[in-house]
């Protein structure tokens, strides 16, 4: 997959998908499906705005995007020159001269150009003029409601990450390089592995999850416990992370790349009176987290 971060590029004859795709979710990936199914070389145009932060972190949007078979992913700086843009102007500069659109997939609420005064609808007839085909999707529903990300964020701030997760299709994940801790946890014979989520990204409440673990190393996925937090038991002022124990791992993975798969939230990060005390509602946790990944 290619990654072009400004607008000095032209590419041949390509089927363009145009959003935020904050969190790629169900509903984004039925408009991405459409412009792979094209068989023309698929665009995801998406666009960077300062200080957002996403259900994803950036680097997170492009693993999955590569995932999903997308050939070249687009993300255009939200600067005050391009909001001037009017909507005649990005039809023009950036789909027909740049991306030589023959395809472009959005969905019915999509708007764009200045004061987002373009619509789907208007992209349609712009379309006419430059040669690309406009496919409007309407919205996706789930449980009778609309997938949105304003839908699933109020999900994921409440830890709600079984309904999350249907909504986003691939489980919420935490994407990050294995860095040293302070190892007390090989104290009590759970040695774990801590990753800092990225600081554009929404998190969950700080709190235990039951997790799957992918790593960089083969691929395998591992069941564990993660907690994510700023572990109040161990004195100091800790940075938010996550710590997580794979119960079936044996090796190194300290400079490992992990993406770690939250699937139940089962208690709140909470401070022990002690080491002892930590290491008892671990055993619990384990066997809680076990218990929930056997029936997802």
């Known amino acids: 997959m290619r990654i072009l971060t400004d607008l000095d590029f032209k590419l041949e004859d390509t089927a363009v998908c145009i959003g935020k795709f904050d969190g790629i979710h169900r509903g984004h990936r039925m408009l991405l499906r459409e412009a792979v199914e094209s068989g023309l070389p698929t665009v995801m145009?998406?666009?960077?705005?300062?200080?957002?932060?996403?259900?994803?972190?950036?680097?997170?949007?492009?693993?999955?995007?590569?995932?999903?078979?997308?050939?070249?992913?687009?993300?255009?700086?939200?600067t005050k020159e391009f909001m001037q843009m009017s909507p005649e102007q990005f039809a023009a500069e950036i789909l027909s001269e740049r991306c030589h659109a023959k395809k472009v997939i959005v969905g019915a609420d999509f708007r764009y150009g200045y004061m987002r005064c373009g619509t789907?609808?208007?992209?349609?007839?712009?379309?006419?003029?430059?040669?690309?085909?406009?496919?409007?999707?309407?919205?996706?529903?789930?449980?009778?409601?609309?997938?949105?990300?304003?839908?699933?964020?109020?999900?994921?701030?409440?830890?709600?990450?079984?309904?999350?997760?249907?909504?986003?299709?691939?489980?919420?994940?935490?994407?990050?390089?294995?860095?040293?801790?302070?190892?007390?946890?090989?104290?009590?014979?759970?040695?774990?592995?801590n990753i800092r989520p990225s600081d554009e990204?929404?998190?969950?409440?700080?709190?235990?999850?039951?997790?799957?673990?992918?790593?960089?190393?083969?691929?395998?996925?591992?069941?564990?416990?993660?907690?994510?937090?700023?572990?109040?038991?161990?004195?100091?002022?800790?940075?938010?992370?996550?710590?997580?124990?794979?119960?079936?791992?044996?090796?190194?993975?300290?400079?490992?790349?992990?993406?770690?798969?939250?699937?139940?939230?089962?208690r709140p990060e909470r401070a022990f009176d002690s080491i002892g005390e930590l290491k008892k509602q671990i055993v619990t946790d384990t066997e809680k987290a076990k218990r929930n990944l056997a029936r997802s």
Not at 164 to 180: D, Q, R, S, W
């Open 120 to 193: 789907a609808l208007t992209l349609q007839e712009s379309g006419r003029e430059y040669g690309f085909e406009v496919s409007i999707m309407e919205k996706l529903k789930w449980d009778g409601e609309v997938v949105s990300s304003t839908r699933i964020r109020g999900l994921l701030s409440d830890g709600k990450m079984e309904q999350v997760n249907a909504l986003l299709e691939t489980p919420y994940f935490i994407k990050g390089k294995v860095e040293e801790g302070n190892k007390i946890g090989r104290t009590m014979s759970v040695p774990t592995a």
């Open 201 to 266: 990204k929404c998190l969950p409440p700080f709190g235990v999850y039951s997790v799957r673990v992918q790593t960089d190393t083969d691929g395998s996925i591992y069941n564990g416990v993660c907690n994510l937090g700023v572990k109040p038991t161990i004195p100091g002022e800790n940075p938010v992370g996550a710590e997580v124990w794979l119960f079936d791992y044996d090796g190194n993975l300290y400079g490992k790349e992990l993406m770690i798969f939250l699937y139940a939230f089962q």
């Open 45 to 78: 145009l998406t666009f960077l705005f300062p200080d957002y932060k996403g259900i994803y972190s950036y680097g997170e949007k492009l693993c999955l995007a590569e995932k999903l078979g997308i050939d070249f992913f687009i993300s255009i700086p939200v």
